[in-house]
């Protein structure tokens, strides 16, 4: 993976999307969105959130990192693997002025990109930011990004999977696990299923069974 400062890592990065030479990429990123389309003419870019606009942590966050993908995300997709865990390609450093919710997504104007050429430039980019730019959640409340890699037992202790992904389709959160030499599983993430999530100890009680 090309490096913070890296004449591989500067030379493809659009106009505006430049990484000083003393910025380390954090190792903690997360996707939480992705760029849509552009906004306007004056270089306002239109992002997609992972969770809906009121509650996105790009609200917050004024250091995004923009990754380039081969595909779009998969619809539904709400939690992802860790940034750089399933893609060699570095993200590049994108500093926001702005940013607010407009009906059903997010607009923003990044420093340093004033043209609706420019903004176009960055259609179909994956935004992260780091997990320490998270604001904290109140009691019982969960980023379902931190539910990924957490594994998930029944009360007999039996083994159901590891969380790669959370997904939202409307009705309730669900849950896909893995296991090794099993079909893919998928639990409810609501508290008629969910027992109890250790952080922590990266472990999920759930009231399921093995042949569900």
Not at 114 to 125: I, N, W
Not at 129 to 158: H, K
Request: hydrophobic share 45%.
């Amino acid at each position: 993976m090309p490096q913070a400062g890296s004449p591989s890592a500067a030379a493809s990065a659009p106009a505006g999307l430049t990484i000083p030479t003393d910025l380390a990429i954090p190792a903690d990123l997360l996707v939480v969105g992705r760029v849509s389309g552009t906004y306007g003419i004056r270089g306002w870019i239109r992002i997609d959130p992972v969770s809906a606009p009121p509650e996105s942590v790009l609200l917050g966050a004024r250091r995004w990192w923009l990754r380039r993908t081969a595909s779009p995300a998969e619809p539904g997709l709400v939690a992802q693997a860790r940034a750089g865990q399933a893609q060699a390609v570095a993200p590049r450093c994108l500093d926001i002025e702005r940013v607010r919710v407009h009906t059903d997504a997010l607009v923003a104007k990044p420093v340093g990109i004033e043209t609706r050429e420019a903004a176009a430039l960055l259609k179909g980019e994956q935004v992260l930011v780091s997990r320490a730019d998270f604001p904290p959640g109140e009691e019982g409340e969960f980023y379902w990004a931190d539910l990924i890699g957490c594994q998930v037992v029944n009360p007999a202790q039996e083994a159901l999977g590891e969380v790669f992904a959370v997904e939202d389709h409307g009705a309730h959160p669900v849950l896909r696990l893995r296991q090794p030499d099993s079909a893919e599983r998928m639990i409810p993430f609501v508290s008629a299923f969910i027992l109890q999530v250790d952080l922590d100890g990266r472990r999920i009680l759930a009231d399921w069974q093995t042949d569900y």
